[in-house]
């Protein structure tokens, strides 16, 4: 197994990723704000307020988790970043936002349509299998459970208005299966995290067992695996261990 260092660039990477991340809950939260005032249903806009605060506690889980990352406390779990990234980036740009313009109302099957839409790219495994990941690391409440709550929403809201359309229960079905995945993908990951940080170290002379099953020096392990040119020094207990005799005979 591969050991994973926490490197500068790494932690440069993971930091990229929660900001996107943020960016895209925060319009999650401007999106159902404008929307619950392009209904004429009270109850309706009602709902859409409600899960405008939903999605600002989730606003406040990524703010959470770019505190842990400011305190070296929160750690990338990923080899690659630069594709989840670009996914996210994309996700930005094509998120569904509702007509601003004030003479344009919405009946209650287009402003459900433009939450599904929401609520199904948010569950893009880039964006998904991350939020769920990063929620082992978290000190936050368990907002994992918001997500199930949000499409159930959604269905209880279609079956209310009697809205006649089975694309939305197609459309509920594989957002739930979507969940499902991105849990699943994100115990996966957790997994195969910690197996890579276990690091196989002789019990004897310390050297490191890398992919190959090659033997290396601590010092040449680190150099290869993240570019780090290693210094020597001594502590004092080894100080004292070889070079006792000579400390005591300048004392003396």
Request: hydrophobic share 40%; aromatic share 8%; proline share 4%.
């Amino acid at each position: 197994m591969q050991f994973i260092l926490e490197t500068a660039e790494r932690r440069q990477a993971l930091r990229q990723l929660l900001d996107c991340c943020l960016t895209l809950e925060q319009k999650a939260v401007g999106f159902y704000k404008r929307l619950s005032t392009r209904v004429e249903e009270k109850a309706l806009a009602s709902f859409f307020l409600d899960m405008a605060r939903q999605e600002a506690g989730h606003v406040t889980y990524w703010q959470g988790l770019i505190a842990l990352w400011e305190k070296h406390r929160l750690k990338n779990p990923f080899d690659e970043t630069d594709q989840l990234l670009n996914t996210l980036l994309a996700l930005l740009d094509k998120l569904a936002v509702p007509p601003t313009g004030k003479d344009r109302m919405l009946s209650p099957e287009e402003a459900l349509q433009l939450s599904f839409e929401l609520e199904f790219s948010l569950l893009d495994p880039a964006f998904g299998a991350l939020f769920f990941l990063l929620a082992e690391q978290s000190d936050s409440r368990d907002v994992t459970s918001d997500y199930e709550a949000h499409i159930a929403g959604l269905q209880a809201q279609v079956v209310r208005l009697g809205v006649n359309n089975p694309l939305f229960n197609l459309i509920s079905r594989q957002m739930t299966l979507l969940l499902r995945l991105n849990r699943q993908r994100a115990s996966d990951l957790t997994e195969i995290y910690s197996l890579r940080n276990v690091l196989p170290i002789c019990m004897h002379c310390k050297k490191v067992r890398d992919d190959n099953d090659h033997w290396d020096r601590v010092e040449s392990y680190i150099m290869a695996h993240t570019g780090a040119a290693p210094s020597h020094g001594i502590c004092p207990e080894c100080m004292v261990k070889h070079y006792g005799d000579l400390m005591e005979d300048k004392a003396d």
